[in-house]
Each structure stands twice: as C-alpha cells, then as structure tokens.
C-alpha cells in the first residue's frame, strides 16, 4: 500500500480509502448495503491489515449508524486512534426541522459534536462539507469550520460535490481571512465519467488540493458484470451516478484487453486507472462481502503500462469543449522552447 501527502499539508493517507456507506443500511442506504457491527468489523480488519489508514464515513449515512458502527469497529478490533484517518461530512438533513440541514453554523456546530460523539473519538482527521448550500455564505460555513480546526476538534477540512469555481473562491476567503483552508475535495471521478478533468482537475493542481474519488466504479457498471449478466443489481433501485451508456462501453471494451493482460478483473482495472491519475490522492472503495473487498484492495498491486494507459485514455477521453480548446491552443506558443523573440 502507497501513501499519498494530502493536499499540500503534511497528512499521508493510503491510496486507498474504506468507504462506510455500505453500514447500518437504515433509510434509502439500505439499497447500497446494511453491514451489521460483526461484518462491519470483518471488512475494517482485512482493510487494516491490507495497510490501508483511511476510512471514509458521514453523519447522513443511515442517520449517523455508519459513524456508530465504524467508531465502535476500531475500538472492537484494538485498532489505536493515531493509526487511523478518520474523515467525515456535513451538510444533509439529520432531522425534520428547517435548521437540521445545510452548512450554516449552528448545523456544524451541532453535527460535529453529534458524529465525534458516534464515532467515538475526540477529533476527526478530515471534516468534509458534504454538497453546496446555496444559502449559506462561504465565509460562514468557513468560519465555523475555522472554529473547529482552533478548537482542536477536526484537524483538516474538505468539501465534496463543490465545483471548481466555488472552491476557487472559498480558497481566496480563507487565504484573506486568515482562515482554515479545503485541502480536499471528494468527487465522482471514473474512466467512463471523466468530467472533472475540465476545471477542477486544472485547479487542484494550481492550489494544492487533494482528490478522493467516490464510486470508482460507476455504481458498479465498471465491474462488468451487469453487461454480462443482464442484471441491474442496486442501480433498479438506485440508478447513481448517472453513466452514458457509449461511454461506458467504450471503456469496458478497451479495459477487457487489459484486465486479461494482468490477470485482473475489470474492477480492479478501473481503480488501477484511477491509482495512476497524478490528481488522484486516494480512490474509496466499499463493499458488502469480503470478496468484494480483497478484488479492490488488490487493484493496488497492479501496475499498468504506459501504452495500457495510452489505450486506455484514448478511448475513453473526453470531448473537446470550449474554453479548453481555445486555452490549449493559444497556450502552445508560450510553451518552453517554442516561444519567440
């Protein structure tokens, strides 16, 4: 297991991330997985000792079970607190009442208190905003994040689900107000959905932002086996993320070479993509059974090749759009070596 330097602060997470999304299964999570504590803590033991340190989990994951289960998991198996990155969200609807959801500082403040309390622990690594509030000012959101970070309850802050454009802006806020700063930011990101290399691929690297990449494998469609199966699984119910069927086939096809060339599957072949992405800090993966887990776990060991990762790009890269084609090629003349007197 590799370790990579989150953002730019001095934190080294696995590349790999335990996604808790899969405990508790109360509510609409019951379709993505309801892992009770015994299979909770047999999935967090072989994660451990596969050298993963990063676990992934939020307050709205079955009402806050997933963060009870995976706090009690780490203190049933003996696992010491500084061994682990714990990371957590904030931001969807904990209750029924108008101040029960959003990023204002009052549901922060409440819902920070509320997970440590269920996780079990005195500070959480990564403390996550979870999606966009389109009511809620930046600067506030920030400054009650600010708060926690000086209280010493959360250590690091990130946001999900945001775009490039409004993390941009957050970042200037928190760099003139002197305030803590994303050093993450978890989004969608696969071989078949590769949008974010538009805008936000380009600004994490400007500001020295990390990427956790969340269902690196469509929702499953990236496994194969629905193309051979006929079979829809969990997407009946829960059709998410939402995937463009040429898309996907074009990466399936391209991908099956691959997989047979290592011996691997199709999942792996598709986290070991993502593993070889320069943005990418750490891919989630969750799982409901422990064969599931040990195929992901073992997309770490599998090194693809510069032409794999030619073929691979080629066939799934995405369409030229505006801006983008017009900033590269007027870009090209000011490259090293071309520029002129």
Not at 25 to 49: E, N, P
């Amino acid at each position: 297991m590799r370790y990579n330097q989150l953002g730019r602060t001095g934190l080294f997470v696995s590349e790999l991330c335990l996604g808790t999304m899969t405990f508790g299964g109360a509510g609409m999570f019951k379709v993505v997985g309801s892992l009770q504590q015994d299979d909770a803590d047999a999935l967090m033991r072989a994660t451990i000792d596969a050298g993963v340190n990063f676990i992934d989990t939020a307050n709205v994951y079955s009402r806050g079970l997933s963060e009870e289960i995976t706090g009690q998991s780490l203190k049933n198996l003996g696992i010491a607190r500084d061994e682990v990155v714990i990371a957590t969200k904030v931001m969807g609807p904990m209750g029924e009442g108008p101040n029960m959801a959003g990023t204002s500082r009052g549901h922060i403040m409440d819902q920070a208190k509320a997970s440590l309390k269920r996780l079990g622990t005195d500070h959480i690594d990564l403390y996550q905003i979870h999606g966009w509030d389109p009511v809620t000012p930046i600067d506030e959101t920030l400054r009650a994040l600010d708060d926690l970070v000086r209280q010493g309850h959360v250590r690091y802050i990130g946001v999900s689900n945001w775009a490039a454009w409004q993390i941009a802006k957050a970042l200037g806020i928190s760099a003139a107000q002197g305030l803590a700063r994303f050093d993450s930011l978890q989004a969608y990101y696969t071989i078949a959905g590769r949008d974010l290399e538009r805008e936000l691929v380009p600004m994490m690297a400007s500001e020295g932002v990390g990427l956790m990449v969340w269902s690196p494998l469509a929702g499953g469609l990236l496994s194969g086996k629905f193309r051979k199966e006929g079979a829809e699984g969990r997407r009946k119910d829960f059709h998410f993320p939402p995937v463009d069927t040429a898309r996907l086939d074009a990466a399936l096809d391209a991908m099956e070479p691959v997989a047979a060339a290592h011996g691997a599957s199709l999942a792996q072949v598709a986290i070991a993509w993502l593993l070889h992405q320069r943005a990418v800090t750490s891919v989630i993966v969750g799982a409901t059974r422990a064969d599931q887990l040990a195929d992901n776990l073992a997309a770490a060991d599998i090194a693809l090749t510069p032409e794999e990762l030619a073929a691979l790009n080629a066939a799934t890269a995405l369409p030229p759009e505006y801006p983008g084609w017009m900033i590269e090629r007027q870009s090209d003349y000011r490259k090293p070596g071309r520029a002129r007197g």
